[in-house]
Protein backbone atom coordinates (compact mmCIF):
# COMPACT_ATOMS: atom_id res chain seq x y z
CA UNK A 1 0.00 0.00 0.00
CA UNK A 2 1.20 3.42 -0.82
CA UNK A 3 1.96 5.11 1.82
CA UNK A 4 1.54 8.82 0.49
CA UNK A 5 -1.47 9.34 -2.23
CA UNK A 6 -2.64 11.81 -4.38
CA UNK A 7 -4.98 12.07 -7.36
CA UNK A 8 -2.95 11.95 -10.01
CA UNK A 9 -5.85 13.27 -12.39
CA UNK A 10 -5.50 16.82 -14.35
CA UNK A 11 -6.99 19.12 -12.76
CA UNK A 12 -7.94 22.07 -15.36
CA UNK A 13 -9.30 25.60 -14.28
CA UNK A 14 -9.54 28.82 -15.77
CA UNK A 15 -7.24 31.32 -14.87
CA UNK A 16 -8.41 33.38 -11.77
CA UNK A 17 -10.10 30.71 -10.05
CA UNK A 18 -9.16 28.66 -7.10
CA UNK A 19 -7.15 25.01 -7.36
CA UNK A 20 -7.06 22.82 -4.75
CA UNK A 21 -4.89 19.56 -4.27
CA UNK A 22 -4.83 17.19 -2.04
CA UNK A 23 -3.14 14.38 -0.51
CA UNK A 24 -3.52 11.27 1.78
CA UNK A 25 -0.91 9.90 4.07
CA UNK A 26 -0.59 6.79 6.26
CA UNK A 27 1.69 7.07 8.84
CA UNK A 28 0.30 8.70 11.71
CA UNK A 29 3.23 9.85 13.55
CA UNK A 30 4.23 11.74 10.75
CA UNK A 31 5.81 14.88 11.60
CA UNK A 32 6.27 17.80 8.50
CA UNK A 33 4.34 18.14 4.94
CA UNK A 34 5.75 19.71 2.21
CA UNK A 35 4.38 20.48 -1.80
CA UNK A 36 6.55 21.07 -4.40
CA UNK A 37 6.00 21.79 -7.67
CA UNK A 38 7.32 20.90 -10.60
CA UNK A 39 7.57 22.32 -13.99
CA UNK A 40 8.18 19.84 -17.01
CA UNK A 41 11.24 19.08 -17.82
CA UNK A 42 12.46 20.67 -14.61
CA UNK A 43 13.00 19.36 -10.93
CA UNK A 44 10.87 20.10 -8.19
CA UNK A 45 10.56 23.30 -5.82
CA UNK A 46 9.24 23.90 -2.61
CA UNK A 47 6.61 25.98 -2.18
CA UNK A 48 4.88 25.57 1.17
CA UNK A 49 5.77 23.55 4.53
CA UNK A 50 3.43 22.57 6.93
CA UNK A 51 4.19 20.93 10.70
CA UNK A 52 1.12 21.75 12.70
CA UNK A 53 -2.40 20.94 12.59
CA UNK A 54 -4.94 24.09 10.19
CA UNK A 55 -3.63 26.08 7.70
CA UNK A 56 -0.68 28.27 6.63
CA UNK A 57 -0.98 30.50 4.01
CA UNK A 58 1.65 32.35 1.81
CA UNK A 59 0.76 34.75 -0.80
CA UNK A 60 -1.72 32.78 -3.12
CA UNK A 61 -0.90 29.49 -1.63
CA UNK A 62 -2.51 27.98 1.26
CA UNK A 63 -1.26 24.40 2.71
CA UNK A 64 -3.72 22.85 5.22
CA UNK A 65 -3.12 19.83 7.51
CA UNK A 66 -5.57 17.82 9.23
CA UNK A 67 -3.51 14.82 11.18
CA UNK A 68 -7.03 13.30 12.80
CA UNK A 69 -8.12 12.47 9.21
CA UNK A 70 -4.51 12.39 7.70
CA UNK A 71 -4.57 14.61 4.80
CA UNK A 72 -2.89 17.56 3.55
CA UNK A 73 -4.12 20.42 1.34
CA UNK A 74 -2.96 22.75 -1.24
CA UNK A 75 -5.42 25.78 -2.24
CA UNK A 76 -4.28 28.46 -4.60
CA UNK A 77 -6.16 31.11 -5.16
CA UNK A 78 -5.96 33.44 -8.39
CA UNK A 79 -4.52 30.59 -10.54
CA UNK A 80 -2.28 32.26 -12.97
CA UNK A 81 -0.99 30.12 -16.27
CA UNK A 82 2.10 30.14 -14.62
CA UNK A 83 1.03 27.70 -11.83
CA UNK A 84 0.49 24.85 -14.58
CA UNK A 85 2.75 22.66 -13.02
CA UNK A 86 2.89 19.17 -11.26
CA UNK A 87 2.06 19.21 -7.45
CA UNK A 88 3.86 17.24 -5.56
CA UNK A 89 3.20 16.03 -2.18
CA UNK A 90 5.95 15.12 0.47
CA UNK A 91 5.98 13.13 4.10
CA UNK A 92 8.08 12.91 6.54
CA UNK A 93 7.13 9.95 8.77
CA UNK A 94 9.46 10.79 11.70
CA UNK A 95 12.97 9.81 9.72
CA UNK A 96 15.50 11.46 7.33
CA UNK A 97 13.89 10.62 4.50
CA UNK A 98 10.72 11.62 2.86
CA UNK A 99 8.41 9.39 0.93
CA UNK A 100 6.40 11.44 -1.98
CA UNK A 101 3.48 11.12 -3.42
CA UNK A 102 3.14 10.51 -7.30
CA UNK A 103 2.45 13.74 -7.78
CA UNK A 104 -0.94 15.47 -9.54
CA UNK A 105 -1.23 17.57 -12.77
CA UNK A 106 -2.54 21.46 -12.61
CA UNK A 107 -3.61 23.20 -15.93
CA UNK A 108 -4.52 26.88 -15.61
CA UNK A 109 -6.30 28.00 -18.57
CA UNK A 110 -5.28 31.32 -20.32
CA UNK B 1 21.12 30.72 -3.75
CA UNK B 2 21.69 27.17 -2.64
CA UNK B 3 23.10 25.24 -5.62
CA UNK B 4 22.85 21.49 -6.84
CA UNK B 5 25.06 20.58 -9.81
CA UNK B 6 24.80 17.10 -11.57
CA UNK B 7 27.63 15.80 -13.69
CA UNK B 8 25.39 14.74 -16.44
CA UNK B 9 21.83 15.74 -17.61
CA UNK B 10 21.97 13.22 -20.12
CA UNK B 11 23.60 9.99 -20.75
CA UNK B 12 23.54 7.11 -23.10
CA UNK B 13 24.68 3.85 -21.83
CA UNK B 14 24.83 0.18 -22.39
CA UNK B 15 23.59 -2.83 -20.99
CA UNK B 16 26.57 -3.92 -18.10
CA UNK B 17 28.54 -0.95 -18.15
CA UNK B 18 29.14 1.03 -14.62
CA UNK B 19 27.36 4.48 -14.72
CA UNK B 20 28.53 6.97 -12.35
CA UNK B 21 25.88 9.93 -11.62
CA UNK B 22 27.96 12.84 -9.32
CA UNK B 23 26.52 15.53 -7.51
CA UNK B 24 27.52 18.07 -6.01
CA UNK B 25 26.08 21.16 -3.43
CA UNK B 26 27.39 24.33 -2.14
CA UNK B 27 25.32 24.96 1.13
CA UNK B 28 27.21 22.47 3.41
CA UNK B 29 24.18 20.51 3.82
CA UNK B 30 24.51 17.29 6.16
CA UNK B 31 21.79 15.16 3.94
CA UNK B 32 21.82 14.20 0.38
CA UNK B 33 19.46 12.05 -1.63
CA UNK B 34 19.48 10.09 -4.68
CA UNK B 35 16.15 9.55 -6.21
CA UNK B 36 14.71 8.22 -9.27
CA UNK B 37 11.56 9.65 -11.20
CA UNK B 38 9.63 7.44 -13.42
CA UNK B 39 5.96 8.07 -14.72
CA UNK B 40 2.94 7.76 -12.55
CA UNK B 41 5.23 6.32 -10.20
CA UNK B 42 6.91 9.28 -8.81
CA UNK B 43 10.00 10.16 -6.77
CA UNK B 44 11.57 6.90 -5.08
CA UNK B 45 14.23 7.16 -2.91
CA UNK B 46 17.73 4.88 -3.53
CA UNK B 47 20.00 5.96 -1.25
CA UNK B 48 20.31 8.54 1.21
CA UNK B 49 23.24 10.07 3.21
CA UNK B 50 22.85 12.00 6.72
CA UNK B 51 26.84 12.51 6.82
CA UNK B 52 30.08 12.08 5.64
CA UNK B 53 31.24 8.45 5.02
CA UNK B 54 27.31 8.04 5.90
CA UNK B 55 24.77 6.06 3.93
CA UNK B 56 21.18 4.29 4.21
CA UNK B 57 19.40 2.46 2.03
CA UNK B 58 15.95 3.89 0.92
CA UNK B 59 13.21 2.11 -1.12
CA UNK B 60 14.66 0.70 -4.09
CA UNK B 61 18.66 0.41 -3.35
CA UNK B 62 19.01 -3.04 -5.41
CA UNK B 63 21.52 -2.53 -8.56
CA UNK B 64 22.75 0.98 -6.88
CA UNK B 65 25.24 2.06 -4.86
CA UNK B 66 26.90 5.22 -3.77
CA UNK B 67 29.94 7.48 -2.17
CA UNK B 68 30.26 10.14 0.40
CA UNK B 69 33.64 10.76 0.81
CA UNK B 70 32.99 14.51 0.93
CA UNK B 71 30.27 16.44 2.83
CA UNK B 72 29.45 18.50 -0.53
CA UNK B 73 29.56 15.53 -2.87
CA UNK B 74 27.40 12.79 -3.26
CA UNK B 75 27.75 9.90 -6.23
CA UNK B 76 25.63 7.33 -7.14
CA UNK B 77 26.70 4.02 -8.93
CA UNK B 78 25.36 1.58 -10.82
CA UNK B 79 27.54 -1.58 -10.97
CA UNK B 80 26.21 -3.14 -14.38
CA UNK B 81 23.67 -1.04 -15.96
CA UNK B 82 20.37 -2.11 -17.32
CA UNK B 83 17.40 -1.36 -19.35
CA UNK B 84 15.01 -1.27 -16.27
CA UNK B 85 17.16 1.79 -15.01
CA UNK B 86 16.30 3.92 -17.80
CA UNK B 87 15.35 6.76 -15.51
CA UNK B 88 15.42 10.43 -14.79
CA UNK B 89 17.54 10.60 -11.38
CA UNK B 90 17.45 13.46 -9.29
CA UNK B 91 19.71 14.55 -6.65
CA UNK B 92 18.68 16.54 -3.61
CA UNK B 93 20.47 18.01 -0.69
CA UNK B 94 19.08 19.70 2.57
CA UNK B 95 19.35 20.59 6.41
CA UNK B 96 17.53 19.10 9.21
CA UNK B 97 14.38 21.07 9.91
CA UNK B 98 12.93 21.46 13.36
CA UNK B 99 10.53 18.17 12.99
CA UNK B 100 12.84 16.09 10.40
CA UNK B 101 14.36 16.92 6.99
CA UNK B 102 13.90 20.56 6.04
CA UNK B 103 13.45 21.62 2.84
CA UNK B 104 15.25 19.53 -0.32
CA UNK B 105 17.51 21.52 -3.30
CA UNK B 106 16.64 19.64 -6.54
CA UNK B 107 19.61 19.47 -8.83
CA UNK B 108 18.41 19.61 -12.52
CA UNK B 109 18.40 15.69 -13.06
CA UNK B 110 20.28 13.36 -14.89
CA UNK B 111 18.28 11.48 -18.03
CA UNK B 112 19.62 8.41 -18.25
CA UNK B 113 19.06 5.43 -21.05
CA UNK B 114 20.20 2.31 -21.05
CA UNK B 115 20.31 0.46 -24.60
Known amino acids: QKEVEQNSGPLSVPEGAIASRNCTYS??????FFWYRQYSGKSPELIMF????GDKEDGRFTAQLNKASQYVSLLIRDSQPSDSATYLC??????????FGTGTRLKVLA | DVKVTQSSRYLVKRTGEKVFLECVQD?????MFWYRQDPGLGLRLIYF???????EKGDIPEGYSVSREKKERFSLILESASTNQTSMYLC??????????????FGEGSRLTVL
Open chain 2, 92 to 105: ASGLPGPRGPGELF
Open chain 1, 27 to 32: DRGSQS
Open chain 1, 50 to 53: IYSN
Open chain 1, 90 to 99: AVNPGTYKYI
Open chain 2, 27 to 31: MDHEN
Open chain 2, 49 to 55: SYDVKMK
